[in-house]
């Protein structure tokens, strides 16, 4: 910190938390006594547009962390544990083994508070990270609002989105353990890609199954896949006994992320020298995914701010998870004390109007039994729904830091979001995935409340991908055919009454 400092003072002693005036004289006295050619009102660095640039928007690079954090170690109340899908018992290490890794068993249920980001896995880190930490400075002028506006860009990474974090290290793990195939199923594509990536640079095979209408549908991130070596069936397959079963009984069956679940699970589970690999929900996700926020925290200290508000969206809640738990370490500790809010489609959600329950993690209901907010393992959103953020349940671990009370929920629909994201992408320059237009819509909200006010809150918002390979939607948005959904209250009461009762 006191090198990180250092350059800061050479950059702009005014942007330096905390020095008072003589402080900042001081220090100008001392730059001021090396033989300068060129007085200049602001100290240079030999590279005068890249300091200008970060004194006025993008916070410093920062280092990498060396360690993943677990919020677990702070929490008074343990998250329940997973149980077994036929016994209702907790479930065992062996029981998880067919399908995962040793240490990434070891990491879902490790209590230690933080665990060490290996060697490798920095290194290929090092291609992205750290990723900026951007000031919506055009964004803010045109709310005309007093907030002061912050994001954390993910979209940085070869893949595009947060996803990398956690598929570099799963795929790490399992080359460690001599794996030679892992296996996932995807949706959109956004999880396939990333894993394909890792895997590309581990040497190990990859196979994806994707949703058959996003396969016949979204050609380009299929094409990623394939391009980084991945193997992408449809799902449903004729490769799988359950991929087999569909097909006969609807040829033309479209597939869904419950389907693509099973398949991909079935055939880890039956080869020894294959895993599987899930890119959101469980802990060692969430673990992985904490580098974001470990980052910011450092990026925020460097340019002198403390975030009164966070905002994200939740799918599976992975890319909130790794941005707020480091925070909420820090509010734990009393030394901030933010508001934290998710931010789900109304489409699909969980954590605002779905029960705190034990549910599968699959539509076959083949996984463990997790507890978590959920509408119900057989809950699929509208398909008019615009992309992303489609999971039935929400992670185990953000489900349970939301019960204890240290965030809260909301829901907006499709359109406000997209709105809010045009506005976005006019102003700062990035077309922000569909899944990050839900915390751009709430972080506009909460800037228009300050207008309103006169606070000039700081607010924090992650922005974990873009959207280049979602053009879709924003055709659909610009054309005027999106639409809200009317809310289906009947259409979740009926999937929530099929929820397993487990007394726990
Ligand atoms: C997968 C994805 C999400 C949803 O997953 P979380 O686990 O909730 O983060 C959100 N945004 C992007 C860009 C994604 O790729």
Redesign the pocket.
Known sequence: MAAQSLLYANLNPLLISGSTGNQIKAREQFLGSFPLKAKTTRPRLSNGCRARAAANAVALPVEIPCQWYNVIADLSVKPPPPLHPKTFEPVKPEDLSPLFPDELIKQEASTDRFIDIPDEVLDIYRLWRPTPLIRAKRLEKILDTPARIYYKY?GVSPAG???PNTAVPQVYYNAQEGIKNVVTETG?G??GSSLAFACSLFGLNCEVWQVRASYDQKPYRRLMMQTWGAKVHPSPSDITEVGRKILQMDPSSPGSLGIAISEAAEVAAANADTKYCL???LNH?LLH?TVIGEECIKQMEAVGETPDIIIG????????GGLSFPFIREKLNGKINPVIRAVEPTACPSLTKGVYAYDFGDTAGMTPLMKMHTLGHDFIPDPIHAG??RYHGM?PLLSHVYELGLMEAISIPQTECFQGAIQFARTEGIIP?P??THAIAATIREALRCKETGEAKVILTAM??HGHFDLASYENYLQGKMVDLSFEEKKIQESLDKIPRVIA
Do not use: D
């Open positions: 993910e989105s947060h996803k959109a956004q999880w890119g959101s929900v996700v995914q969206c939740t799918g599976g809640g992975s890319n909130f992303g953020l992670a995935a899944e990050p974990c991908g």
